[in-house]
């Protein structure tokens, strides 16, 4: 269902490189989500290469931060493995068949991509089950983290008190095959943002604060090969891969300037990564 070619991951490459170049930033950390989504977030720490964390969390409405302590970028892809089968099941099926998860795995958003030192939240309903969380993003040899050892498995226990109220969001982003639409114009300062898929593919967003005079577009045009010159924006957060008809919600202290949406999954006919096929979106924060 949702394979990452080699293409993908060469184009994915741009966050590894975009780290690299760019260096460090530090994301505030944001205290408003624990509030809003009951209980406190749940953190994992993402290194080179592997995460930490708990091995067990309640279900409920679920605030997932990742830290970054790694020298690349990292985020934290939630699966979740249907009944009965396992992450060593997952483990198994994805050494068989790298390019294509198996389709008892659905994928339910977690924090997106920061680079060393920064931090991202998401929030998502996790129902009671098996999960694996995942690093979906390559290293400079098209080698995806997961297969490094980004891969830690999680169960989420019932809860007699879980919580499923969802968060309030003051901005909606909508994803389709294959755009991306705002409610309204974005404002500086701390939003919680909701994403509903309303496309027949999984999509995720990956949230890039623009060098000055730079679109989406060149961002993801410098990680082409023959580019030069360090990637124009770092990642700064978004939510990782929903499947169609999921949502989930993300916080991000948006600042004044350019930022760019874009989609790294590709379409399982084509291949092609969806910001090559429209899910890029540019827009001004005021
Ligand atoms: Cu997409």
Known sequence: MKSRNPRTIKVSNILLAAALAVGTTVMPVHQAAAEQAGAGPVIFTAHDYGFKGPDRIPAGMTAVRVVNQGKGPHHVQLVRLAQGKTAADFAAAMMENPAHPPAWATFVGGPNAVVPGGQAEAIMRLDAGEYVLLCLIPNGQGVPHLALGMQKPVTVMPAKSAA?????????ITQSDFSFS??????????MVQVTNKGAQPHEVVVVKLAP????????????????GPPPGLPVGGIVGIEKGGRGYFIEDFEAGRYGLLCFFEDPQTGAPHFTKGMMLDFSVE
Request: net charge negative; glycine share 8%; hydrophobic share 40%.
């Open 164 to 172: 499923f109220a969802e968060p309030k969001a003051d901005l909606t």
């Open 182 to 191: 705002l409610s309204q114009p974005v404002r500086a300062g701390h939003h």
């Open 213 to 228: 005079g730079a679109t989406a577009k060149d961002w993801a045009a410098s990680f082409e090969p023959g580019a030069s």
